[in-house]
């Protein structure tokens, strides 16, 4: 794979709301930026309630949090740092200059002086239908909630399985329902009912509570599931009902993982990585931002991520310069900003 030869100052790792804005600091600061993110497109968990809308942010009116991204990925782009997409970091090498290289689990190779872990819950992963065999048909006709193409549920039977403590919204459903000729919903518990539902519909049946016990195929598509009935515990109470289908959906929920960075040395919560007041891990030149942060008085808001990124990077210039001032001057009084004010009529 290819070695990208190029020495940043800092490279942040994650294109959530605390990579973005330390993008944008970064290059404030006066320093070569390059962002990794290991998803397609920035954003980070801001995507997964794009339809929402955010009230929380410091001096932003209400706004929906697709728009939201917009404007924070403009503002990183400022100062023209480095993106680079697609790519998840797995390991750090530390050379004898006390430069750092960070390898993707593709095997990309990037040099930086410092580097700030905006990693956020980590990488979403769909959490999988624990059935034996049931991976053979995720090429085929078993499919994630998160990933699913519309368009191949489209004219089908469906079934939809939502078990576990997660509730499927009512949104979700009606949007499948218009898409296939029949919805079957597979519930783990009677008391899951979709939120904010609004009316019945006539192609969506509920099976409740139920889970899916077993996949009946060929080994290459699902042709039929087995559903059985469970109690109050979770174990099965004997009722089965088998069924033919022609796609089965499975949302139940993601999980976020780091993968191999929690191999690195970092002093980790069982969620997170501890940090002092300075966003400094134990490791040297490395420091983190955002919910990927422990530390006493953290607060988990995209305002706080942004502050994060903020004091993360002026302790990342400190550490390359320890005479470097401790903060870049306000955008009010600064010169970068002139040509760009003028330009906007400002």
């Known amino acids: ?49 794009a339809d929402k809308t955010v009230w929380d942010v410091g001096g932003v009116p209400p706004i929906r949090c697709a728009r939201l991204i917009e404007q924070m990925i403009r503002q990183a782009r400022t100062f023209e740092p480095t993106i680079v997409l697609g790519q998840r970091i797995a390991e750090l090498e530390r050379r004898e200059d006390g430069t750092m290289t960070v390898v993707s689990a593709s095997g990309e190779r990037h040099h930086t002086r410092a580097l700030i872990l905006a990693l956020g819950h980590g990488v979403p992963q769909p959490r999988r239908l624990e059935i034996e065999g049931a991976q053979r048909y995720e090429a085929a ?136 007041e300075r966003l400094a891990t134990r490791l040297p030149g490395v420091f983190v931002a955002g919910d990927a942060a422990n530390y006493p008085s953290k607060l988990h808001l995209i305002a706080g991520a942004i502050s994060d990124a903020a004091i993360a990077v002026n302790s990342a210039k400190r550490y390359l310069d320890p005479t470097a001032p401790k903060s870049a001057p306000m955008s009010t009084s600064s010169a970068k900003f002139a040509d760009r004010n003028k330009a906007l009529g400002l």
């Not at 994630?144 to 004219?155: K, M, S």
């Open 1 to 49: 794979m290819a070695d990208r030869m190029e020495r940043f100052d800092v490279t942040i790792i994650g294109g959530g709301p605390a990579g973005l804005y330390a993008a944008f600091y970064g290059g404030l600061r006066d320093m070569s930026v390059k962002l990794i993110e290991a998803g397609s497109e920035l954003g980070g968990r801001l995507r997964s309630y």
């Open 141 to 276: 006709n078993l499919h994630y909630a998160a990933t699913a193409d519309p368009g191949r549920l489209r004219g089908k039977t469906v079934l939809l399985s939502c078990c576990g403590s997660g509730n499927v919204s009512a949104v979700r459903i009606e949007e499948l329902a218009a898409l296939a000729a029949r919805v079957v919903v597979v519930r783990g518990r009677a008391d899951l009912q979709p939120s904010d539902r609004s009316r019945p519909t006539p192609s969506v049946e509920y099976r409740a509570p139920f889970v899916v016990e077993r996949l009946h195929g060929d080994g290459n598509r699902i042709e039929a599931v087995t559903i059985a009935r469970v109690d109050g515990e979770g174990d099965f109470a004997g009722e089965r009902e088998r069924m033919e289908v022609d796609e089965v959906l499975v949302d139940h929920g993601t999980r976020s993982e780091y993968g191999p960075i929690v191999r690195w040395g970092l002093e980790k919560t069982s969620w997170n990585f501890d940090a002092d």
